[in-house]
Structures are given as C-alpha cells and as structure tokens.
C-alpha cells in the first residue's frame, strides 16, 4: 500500500502518478482536490483539466516546482503548498487572482516575488517555518490581507509600509528574532491579535491605545515589563492578568539577577542549545 505508493511517488511517468492520486479523473463535486501526503515530486497536471476547482491541497509533499498549466485554474480560492520543498515560489502562483487564503508554511523560501502583489484578493497568507530574515516588501502590497503567519522565520524588524494593510487584524510573529517590539504596528489601530511569543523582546510599549485589540500573547520573552493594554484586552505571558505586573525597578532588579544567576549555572565551555521551532 503505501510502500508501494512511496516508491512509484519517485517515477515522473503519468501512469505512475496517476495511481499515486488514485486515478482521480473526474472534477470532484465539492471542487476540492486534496492530493495531501501522497509523496509527490511532480504536480499531475491532468487535475488542472478541472477548471472549476476552488480547494487545491497539495500539503506534506516534495514539490519543488508546479506546472505552467496550473494557471488554468482561474477558480481557485485556496491553494496549500505548505510542507514540501520550495525555495522559490513558481510564478504561476502569481496568476491564480481568485486565491483568498494560500498556505506556504515549512517551505525553504528567503524570499516572495513581487509578482505576488497580484493576488488582490488574497485574505490569509501562511509563511511561517520558512527562511525569511525579513519580511517582503509585497506582502505589504497585499490591499485585503486580514491574517499573516509569518512565524519561525528569522526576522529582526518589520517594515514600516506594513501599516498600509489596513484590513489587517491578526499577525502571527512567534519564533523570530525580534529583539525590540515592532515599532510599525503601535500605528496599526485595527489589529486585533498580536503575537510576539518565543522572541527576544526585553522591554514592551504601551499597547493601550490599540483601540481594536483583544488579544496579545507575548509569553517566553525576556522581557521586564508586561504591555500596558486597554480595559477587556487578554495578555498571555509573565505578569498578565492573574499577577499583578511588579514596580518597572523591581523587574528591572528581578531581571539582572535571573540572568546572573543563569550564567552561574551554566557552565562557559557548554554549547548553547540548538533552536527549536514550536
């Protein structure tokens, strides 16, 4: 069964991969495709003979390129590349203007191309797990956006064309390498959730004035202080709503002396642990 299907996963020839997809040759009625952890290395292009196709998932595979011919799915809405091997992401993508919701989460991506600034109807974007050490430019261009995921990367600052996003309302940012809070979203109003959890971000603005916010997760941070929110607004992380947020001295002095103490513990020869993404 799926040994077999593994094996025949390596072969390009349209009959072997026909049977990977289990002979799928008809248009599904729900118009959704999904072709998930079936070990593909080639996209079968006889699925872009569906023109009405609204769902492609093609998630958990080991793409690394699409067909020209996916450009015929004029329909689609959302389309989930996430967890296979692409480092750049193919240009077809770009033409897909229906896409409202588009997965390239655990790819090998540094980057996005500028094409990407055609999906004007795009709503959510997932990049996290990639290897983006800034966030790009287009994604700034991106008129309707209301989620982004762009954790478990390694960026250090978000621009500040982000704020033009005006239909934003949640952004994902776990597992990065902020060292400061991103100054760009104190000038976003309508964000609604915020997540800066896993960085490395020792002191938090006041938030109070983000009228729109609700939740702010800002836990494993080495942070001295919690933000300062408005009335109805949820924290997660130290000093949120069961503790009380300690003198900013205080937290000051309680900081030095964890971290005194921790290189007391650790010795200097040990290497520092590898990073993990959670």
Same mark, same amino acid.
């Given at each position: 069964?799926?040994?077999?299907?593994?094996?025949?996963?390596?072969?390009?020839?349209?009959?072997?991969?026909?049977?990977?997809?289990?002979?799928?040759?008809?248009?599904?009625?729900?118009?959704?495709?999904?072709?998930?952890?079936?070990?593909?290395?080639?996209?079968?292009?006889?699925?872009? *003979?569906?023109?009405?196709?609204?769902?492609?998932?093609?998630?958990?595979?080991?793409?690394? *390129?699409?067909?020209?011919?996916?450009?015929?799915?004029?329909?689609?809405?959302?389309?989930?590349?996430?967890?296979?091997?692409?480092?750049?992401?193919?240009?077809?993508?770009?033409?897909?203007?229906?896409?409202?919701?588009?997965?390239?989460?655990?790819?090998?991506?540094?980057?996005?191309?500028?094409?990407?600034?055609?999906?004007?109807?795009?709503?959510?974007?997932?990049?996290?797990?990639?290897?983006?050490?800034?966030?790009?430019?287009?994604?700034?261009?991106?008129?309707?956006?209301?989620?982004?995921?762009?954790?478990?990367?390694?960026?250090?600052?978000?621009?500040?064309?982000?704020?033009?996003?005006?239909?934003?309302?949640?952004?994902?940012? *776990?597992?990065?390498?902020?060292?400061?809070?991103?100054?760009?979203?104190?000038?976003?109003?309508?964000?609604?959730?915020?997540?800066?959890?896993q960085n490395s971000i020792r002191y938090f603005p006041s938030l109070a004035h983000l009228s729109s916010l609700k939740l702010v997760i800002y836990d494993h941070n080495p942070c001295r202080n919690a933000p300062k929110v408005a009335k109805g607004v949820r924290r997660v992380g130290r000093w949120a709503e069961?503790?009380?947020?300690?003198?900013?001295?205080?937290?000051?002095?309680?900081?030095?002396?964890?971290?005194?103490?921790?290189?007391?513990?650790?010795?200097?020869?040990?290497?520092?642990?590898?990073?993990?993404?959670?």
């Open positions: 069964g799926n040994t077999i299907r593994a094996l025949v996963a390596f072969i390009p020839a349209d009959r072997c991969q026909k049977y990977v997809v289990r002979d799928l040759q008809e248009m599904p009625l729900d118009k959704m495709v999904d072709l998930s952890g079936n070990q593909l290395r080639r996209f079968p292009v006889h699925v872009c *003979s569906f023109q009405e196709l609204v769902k492609l998932y093609l998630s958990d595979n080991h793409l690394n *390129s699409l067909p020209p011919e996916l450009g015929q799915l004029q329909n689609l809405q959302i389309l989930a590349l996430d967890f296979n091997n692409f480092k750049v992401l193919p240009q077809v993508v770009c033409t897909l203007k229906q896409l409202c919701i588009l997965y390239l989460g655990n790819n090998k991506l540094c980057d996005l191309p500028s094409e990407l600034s055609l999906l004007q109807n795009l709503r959510t974007l997932w990049v996290e797990a990639n290897y983006l050490t800034q966030l790009p430019d287009v994604v700034c261009e991106l008129s309707l956006l209301k989620t982004l995921h762009a954790g478990s990367n390694a960026l250090r600052l978000l621009p500040g064309q982000l704020q033009r996003l005006q239909e934003l309302r949640t952004i994902w940012l *776990s597992g990065n390498l902020l060292t400061d809070f991103p100054p760009v979203l104190l000038h976003m109003p309508f964000l609604e959730v915020i997540d800066v959890d069961e503790t009380p947020e300690p003198d900013p001295r205080k937290a000051r002095r309680y900081a030095l002396v964890r971290e005194e103490s921790q290189e007391a513990q650790v010795p200097a020869l040990l290497p520092p642990f590898p990073p993990t993404n959670s």
